[in-house]
């Protein structure tokens, strides 16, 4: 394959996968897209939006002139997904995914795709919104945005190329990673970040002050909860597949809420102080947000 992908099929047109759709149609990079899915109104609604050329209710039809496949479903979806295309697989078709968590789909990849597992190429755009479904997608959603791929070492360097390919050609800044580090450093500044965040809209929900409460929510309230309208199925699945680093990760955060409730019950200002000086300090020199 050189630069442009005849057929590529997508499994899963929701948020991520129609957005990479409508990205490689519109630049031309891609010449014809499949969808997959469950639902067919929502594959329907793919066609009429221009992210999909054709669509099957059948996985194995959908991917079987397929040259590259994405697969693009929740995290608990894909073992099954990878075990049923595999027999349908071109021999020289390159799989990959979008899935949150790199481990996990890894392991789902090796047992279901046998032969296919070397031409996988585990990828993640680090892009995405709380909204979700096909109507969510546009086509900037990853332009100037990163993506990162875990090739392992019997990937091969051929299928790799390609995938890196397809991301710069939406515009994003593609970046290698290690699986285990990837889903490390995502428990901390994604899944972790939406755990408070449904957590915090969970327990102020059960306030008996509630609607009063809600009515008096302003920006930094907004700003911080809406990541809390995010899919909770997808959630659920990102919980289930990174619970070791995401519960390490809770533990530390506890501690931090701690050392707060101990200097405001031992009213100690100096310790407050610092604590927040420090926090202020780390933030403002984040000059990528
Ligand atoms: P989404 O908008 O809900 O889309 C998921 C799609 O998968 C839907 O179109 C759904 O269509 C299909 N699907 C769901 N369950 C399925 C199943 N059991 N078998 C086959 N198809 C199924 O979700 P998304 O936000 O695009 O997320 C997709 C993947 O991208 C997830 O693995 C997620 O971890 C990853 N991701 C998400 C974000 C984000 O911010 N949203 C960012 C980066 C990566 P049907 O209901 O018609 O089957």
Request: overall charge negative; glycine content about 8%.
């Amino acid at each position: 394959m050189n630069g442009l992908i005849n057929s590529l099929a997508i499994i899963g047109v929701g948020l991520i996968g129609s957005s990479l759709a409508l990205s490689l149609k519109q630049s031309g990079y891609v010449k014809r897209v499949t969808g997959y899915g469950r639902s067919e109104a929502s594959l329907q609604k793919g066609l009429e939006l221009g992210v999909l050329d054709d669509y099957s209710l059948s996985l194995t039809d959908a991917v079987s002139a397929a040259d590259v496949v994405i697969v693009a479903v929740p995290l608990g979806a894909m073992a099954g997904v990878f075990k049923q295309m595999q027999p349908a697989l071109k021999a020289t078709a390159i799989v990959s995914d979008v899935g949150s968590v790199k481990a996990s789909v890894v392991q789902d990849a090796r047992a279901g795709l046998a032969d296919a597992f070397v031409r996988f190429v585990p990828g993640h755009p680090i892009a995405g919104s709380e909204h979700s479904g096909v109507e969510a997608g546009f086509a900037s959603l990853y332009q100037g945005r990163k993506t990162i791929l875990t090739p392992l070492e019997e990937t091969s360097g051929d299928a790799l190329q390609v995938i890196d390919a397809m991301w710069r050609a939406t515009g994003a800044l593609v970046e290698n990673m290690d699986v285990d580090h990837h889903d490390r450093v995502l428990a901390a500044t994604s899944h972790l970040p939406h755990m408070l965040a449904f957590s915090l809209v969970s327990h102020l929900s059960k306030l008996s002050e509630q609607d009063e409460i809600f009515d008096y929510a302003a920006g930094g309230f907004r700003d911080f909860t809406r990541i809390a309208s995010s899919d909770p199925v997808m959630w659920r699945d990102i919980c289930l597949a990174n619970g070791s680093a995401l519960l390490e990760l809770i533990d530390g955060f506890k501690a931090e809420l701690d050392q707060i409730s101990g200097s405001i019950r031992g009213q100690n200002p100096d310790a407050l102080l610092e604590f927040f000086r420090h926090s202020k300090h780390t933030r403002d020199q984040l000059r990528n947000l």
